[in-house]
């Protein structure tokens, strides 16, 4: 679960955005405030993953919301910036911290919402380290550094490490929302560790057969996907 910061003046719409974002499961606490200088305070003394920022505030801020985004930026580079304002000249300006988006007022719930969503849950997958596997009343916690590949077969998931094969009651879709960047869909049914691969064969109909290291279990790739896979291992500059 993330943290969220928001630097808004107008009450109701701090208030307003405090209630939305509160209402995602994927979020832990959030700090709302009007000053500039509270803000920073937070984002000194609490862990924040995701910080909203208004850009104009009231004239008695000797800061607009993009120099308070330039100090908190200093003091965390990690925290993911959104600005929410009603002024589109700002959006040049505001790239000098990265954002990771820019909403204009009256706020879109929706892509809000979406946006949140997003942020949390690669944040969610930063972190974990294992894959929660859940079938009837067993619970199972597996590496992801174990896990070679992840199949679809009929209305079954399996998750295939070197020397076992578990039942998953997940979603192909689902599992990947939680996956490390090392993991690649290459077909509608197959999801790959791209750091255990051997070798890729390519086989009938221009379709692909991929091996793992330490293993005799194989997974298969569409044409489509070979050569997202290949710049995996041979970036073009």
Request: hydrophobic letters at 40%; proline letters at 3%; glycine letters at 2%.
């Amino acid at each position: 679960m993330v943290n969220i910061l928001i630097l808004e003046d107008e009450k109701y719409t701090r208030e307003f955005i405090k209630k939305l974002v509160s209402e995602s499961p994927l979020v832990d606490q959030v700090f709302a405030t009007e000053s500039g200088k509270e803000a920073i305070s937070i984002a000194e003394e609490e862990v924040i993953h995701v910080a909203l920022f208004d850009i104009e505030l009231e004239e008695s801020e000797s800061l607009n919301g993009l120099d308070i985004a330039k100090n908190i930026h200093l003091i965390n580079p990690s925290i993911k910036m959104i600005f929410v304002t009603g002024y589109a000249k700002y959006a040049i300006d505001s790239f000098s911290v990265h954002p990771y988006d820019y909403i204009l007022k009256p706020i879109n719930r929706k892509k809000l919402m979406e946006i949140i969503h997003e942020l949390a849950s690669k944040e969610m997958k930063q972190r974990q380290q294992k894959m929660i596997v859940r079938n009837r009343n067993e619970t199972i916690f597996i590496p992801f550094d174990e896990i070679i590949f992840i199949e679809k077969h009929t209305n079954h998931i399996f998750i295939n490490t070197a020397d076992s094969k578990y039942i998953d009651n997940s979603t192909l879709g689902e599992i990947e929302e939680i996956l490390p960047n090392d993991f690649l869909r290459v077909h509608k049914s197959y999801i790959v560790n791209m750091k255990k691969i051997k070798k890729i064969l390519e086989v009938g109909n221009r379709s692909y057969q991929i091996h793992f290291i330490h293993s005799n279990k194989v997974a298969y790739m569409s044409r489509y996907k070979y050569f997202e896979l290949k710049e995996y291992f041979i970036p073009s500059i």
